[in-house]
């Protein structure tokens, strides 16, 4: 309908001056007018000229003043027209905002008597903010004063309209002309009849809906390609529900450790205990706990078969290295390299570098004659293939490994060391329970996958990493990783 109302103007009309004025004048929206003008001048049925101009519209505030009038005005009317009204009584009669306007501007124009009654001090007066408001409203032009006065108190903002005065172009004809867009089998029997549209071949193709890595995921895998490099496999990894007797008993950790409490672990209620343990693998664990063995006095205490049972989410992917390591040892012994990358589950409290969720790597080597000195060499490898070449390393406490060591990294950008990951060496109170040949030692360390990521994507809070939180521009937009290059 627009289409054929400008086409149809301009057959007999040289210009459409204002294309604003000319939808009022032919009862069109101008938004859908605005468009069809977009639409011929690309096909130049037409040339346009961009018109602008600078109007007043009221702000919500002051459509509902040129609705009810101004609050000067609305107070005037509620005080009684012979006597007075106590400023309570009348407080009462009007919202609180219109109250405070309303006093200030009533009594800057003379037309009350404030105190603590409040009587009139004319009889009549003329709401002049009602009537410029109402003036705007209808399109009217009024002074640079009022349009002062009524910015000062917010009533009114500028708005830009903009529209255009158009032409005939150099392709205009009263009426569009159908020009086929695709070449199917009946516009190629037909071509000499058609008018084809023109292929714009400089223009992009709409952009493929695909899918997208998180940040995570990419950096996961650099890290899992860095430990195939270096000969490892994956341990399986898809049991999040463990046992406490494979996520700590295990481990030679007491079940009095703090980490044991509800305070740091998230215990099932239902399934709450698990179904099997190996028994007599069960009864060694118990017997070095209590009373120790293989050279340890133990600590000294009763343990007890109802905790070891108990399920949780597990706290960390050593429960996962502890099957793997009893596994090994029912067979024929054979060295191993196993690494995992997998989620884990503490109950903290979550803030900017804190989730009750994340991601931990873990990797482990199981060798005769294993040394701490193997353990040292075997890092400054795996951190050196990560671009961390200067490496620190500090005694540190862990339940299951003796001797153990926290890992520093000098950060080039922060211009300090910083804390990367833990190691150390599996004790025999917890290796030779399970079997494994006396000679045999296990070295390891571990770290989190978020720490890394922040570190590399310029993230400072990990709820933007991972959550309910992330902004889905991070998953689409997020470079490609390259760790160490």
Not at 81 to 108: N, R, T, W
Not at 160 to 175: D, F, I, L, Q, R
Not at 321 to 338: D, E, I, N
Request: a neutral charge; charged letters at 25%.
């Amino acid at each position: 309908m627009a289409e054929e109302a400008i086409l149809g103007f301009l057959l007999n009309n040289e210009q459409i001056t204002d294309s604003g004025q000319f939808s009022a004048e032919h009862n069109l929206d101008h938004n859908e007018v605005v468009n069809v003008i977009k639409s011929l001048h690309g096909f130049r049925y037409i040339d346009v000229q961009d018109l602008k101009r600078e109007t007043w519209v009221l702000t919500d505030e002051g459509k509902k003043y040129a609705a009810q009038g101004s609050p000067e005005a609305q107070l005037f009317l509620a005080v009684p027209e012979e006597g007075s009204i106590s400023k309570d009584e009348l407080q009462k009669k009007l919202a609180p905002s219109l109250f405070k306007i309303g006093c200030s501007q009533a009594g800057k124009n003379k037309w009350v008597e404030m105190g603590k009654q409040v009587s009139r001090k004319v009889q009549h007066i003329e709401d002049t903010v009602k009537e410029l408001l109402l003036k705007i409203q209808e399109g009217k032009v009024i002074d640079k004063d009022g349009i002062n006065s009524l910015k000062a108190r917010k009533l009114i903002a500028p708005q830009t309209w903009k529209g255009y005065s158009v032409t005939k172009g150099p392709n205009y004809a009263p009426e569009r002309k159908k020009v086929a867009t695709d070449l199917t089998r009946e516009n190629l029997q037909n071509w000499k009849e058609l008018e084809f549209k023109e292929y714009n071949f400089n223009a992009k193709g709409a952009p493929l809906e695909a899918g997208h890595l998180h940040p995570l995921l990419k950096v996961r895998k650099q890290f899992k390609d860095i430990f195939v490099q270096m000969g490892f496999e994956e341990m399986p990894t898809n049991n999040f529900v463990e046992s406490s007797f494979w996520n700590f008993d295990a481990l030679f950790q007491p079940q009095q450790h703090p980490a044991r409490d509800s305070h740091d672990t998230f215990f099932l209620k239902a399934p709450s205990t698990t179904r099997t343990l190996p028994e007599d693998y069960v009864e060694r664990v118990k017997r070095v706990h209590e009373s120790g063995g293989y050279g340890s006095r133990g600590y000294n205490y009763d343990w007890k078969r109802e905790e070891a049972n108990k399920n949780l989410l597990r706290t960390h992917t050593t429960a996962v290295s502890s099957r793997m390591l009893y596994a090994l040892a029912q067979k024929p012994f054979v060295p191993k390299k196993y690494f995992s990358i997998d989620r884990v589950f503490r109950n903290e409290a979550v803030d900017r570098t804190h989730l009750a969720e994340f991601h931990q790597i873990e990797g482990l080597i199981c060798d005769r004659g294993l040394t701490l000195g193997n353990l040292i060499g075997v890092l400054n490898d795996f951190f050196s293939r990560l671009g961390m070449s200067k490496l620190r390393f500090k005694p540190a406490y862990n339940p299951y490994t003796e001797p153990s060591m926290e890992i520093f990294s000098y950060h080039e950008g922060l211009g300090k060391w910083v804390e990367i990951g833990n190691s150390g060496m599996f004790r025999p109170e917890m290796l030779l329970p399970m079997g494994l040949p006396e000679d045999v030692r296990v070295i390891a360390w571990g770290l989190s996958l978020e720490r890394p990521t922040m570190i590399l994507y310029g993230i400072d809070n990990i709820r933007d990493l991972f959550g309910h939180k992330v902004d889905l521009d991070l998953i689409k937009r997020n470079p490609i990783c390259r760790i160490g290059i």
